[in-house]
């Protein structure tokens, strides 16, 4: 008996194996048929094209389009790499060829302007953040890919590039005729604010960078122990796009004692690289710090401004940056062309994403000019992340993505809900007149010329 219940309970454990394993080869086939019928559809589209449309058609210019389409949907920074770019890519090029100077993405399809790199052509020219580059040489920007219009500003050194430019509050196009060069980047400018501050500035994260603020740190702390000794660290990461991993990592190992740095989460987020503290090396621990960020400070300037935020090391201030926190590899597909994906993100030491949310700072202050800060207080052009046509449009959103999209689309709604209301009284009181009761205004002698 008690070997017939065995027997029954054996039978039994091998028919829900049997049966788990029929339901899971379903799940897998129901999830391959779903991808051959999407493929089928894609196939029926281009058969209905190849064989109605009015004109004879290249049938591989149509596949690279569509690939093309399918990696912008993912997020800005994928993109599929034909011969030509995957080859610029592989090859060492013959020569030196000059550049702008500046970080740009597409929104909507325009190219913007996240940041003119300091003392570069474009920057000296007078190019801004948020300016949007709609021509070239006088040929539109509109239908070429991010690499593309790349492509179409670098050239040989000191030959010339005319871009027209369209900015917010300035009528028509503003045509710049700027001077390409060898973009060669002083990476690091430190000086020393009212005898005792010590302020360093990171234009870019370049090789040695870390080392260029060891120097300038150590110079300047000489300097003002001639006048009572230094008192705190201005590190001002403004308006910086960011660059080497490694370098973010030995800079905030200056200002960190132990500890994580950043993380990448990839799609399985057991399988994570995380970055710690050098212990080895230069340390400026004892003074206080603080970190100057904007709409433009991006990558390795917010994985930095991050970790010092999460250990408490300093105060952030400023505003909020610009949230590209993801990473991306080249992949080969074969010999001649590739893609560039994302396969991973940034986390902050206590686990906060980067991507598309930012660096939010402890103490907010707005852009200003001049003296007086309300009066001159101007309206944010900074281009961030999150305003990016498909910013990871592709993948599945996650309950807190969802919560963080309502919450900033509420807050879009409210602001331009006050933005018109602020519009129509002003269009109203031009139209009664204006300022017709103005001399009936109380005399303020300072307002008297």
């Keep these: 008996m008690k070997s017939l219940k065995t027997t029954l309970v054996v039978l039994t454990l091998c028919l829900i194996t049997i049966s788990s394993g029929f339901y899971g080869t379903k799940s897998v086939l129901a999830a391959t048929k779903s991808r051959f019928e999407k493929l089928e559809l894609f196939n029926k589209v281009l058969f209905l094209i190849e064989s109605q449309y009015y004109r004879t058609v290249d049938t591989e210019k149509l596949v690279q389009g569509a690939i093309n389409g399918m990696m912008q949907a993912l997020d800005p920074h994928s993109a599929y790499l034909n011969k030509d770019v995957f080859q610029k890519m592989q090859e060492d090029t013959q020569g030196e060829f000059g550049g702008l100077g500046i970080e740009v993405t597409q929104k909507d399809g325009v190219l913007v302007v996240i940041t003119p790199i300091e003392d570069t052509p474009a920057h000296k020219a007078g190019v801004k953040p948020g300016d949007r580059i709609v021509e070239i040489n006088h040929e539109s920007t509109i239908g070429l890919t991010l690499e ?52 360093v500035r990171l234009i870019q994260f370049q090789r040695n960078g870390h080392k260029s603020i060891e120097k300038a740190i150590k110079r300047l702390v000489k300097k003002a122990k001639k006048h009572g000794g230094a008192k705190g660290i201005i590190l001002d990461l403004r308006s910086n796009p960011g660059g080497l991993l490694d370098e973010a990592v030995d800079i905030s190992s200056i200002f960190l004692s132990e500890g994580t740095v950043v993380s990448t989460e990839g799609r399985d987020p057991k399988n994570k690289e995380i970055r710690y503290v050098k212990k080895t090396g230069f340390k400026a621990l004892d003074l206080p710090l603080v970190v100057l960020i904007n709409g433009a400070s991006a990558s390795a300037s917010e994985i930095v401004a991050g970790a010092i935020q999460d250990h408490g090391r300093g105060i952030i201030m400023g505003t909020q940056s610009f949230g590209k926190g993801s990473v991306q590899t080249v992949a ?34 707005e852009e200003a000019e001049g003296e007086w800060l309300d009066s001159n207080k101007k309206i944010s052009r900074y281009i961030r992340e999150v305003d990016l046509k498909n910013h990871l449009n592709a993948t599945i959103e996650t309950k807190q993505e969802k919560l963080d999209r309502e919450k900033r689309e509420k807050k879009e709604r409210i602001e331009r809900t006050a933005r018109i209301k602020k519009l129509r009284k002003l269009k109203q009181s031009k139209s009664e007149g204006g300022d017709k009761d103005y001399i009936y205004k109380k005399y303020e002698p300072k307002s008297d010329y």
């Design 332 to 365: 080969k597909i074969d010999d001649i062309q590739g893609v560039k994906l994302t396969i991973a993100q940034y986390m902050t030491p206590k686990g906060r994403k980067i991507q598309a949310i930012g660096i939010k700072p402890d103490v907010i202050i």
């Design 148 to 199: 593309q219009a790349v492509e179409k500003m670098r050239g040989k050194s000191n030959s010339k590039v005319l871009v027209g430019i369209v900015r917010a509050g300035v009528e028509g196009v503003k045509q710049y005729t700027i001077k390409r060069e060898i973009i060669k980047i002083r990476a690091v400018k430190s000086y020393l604010i009212k005898n005792n501050f010590l302020l």
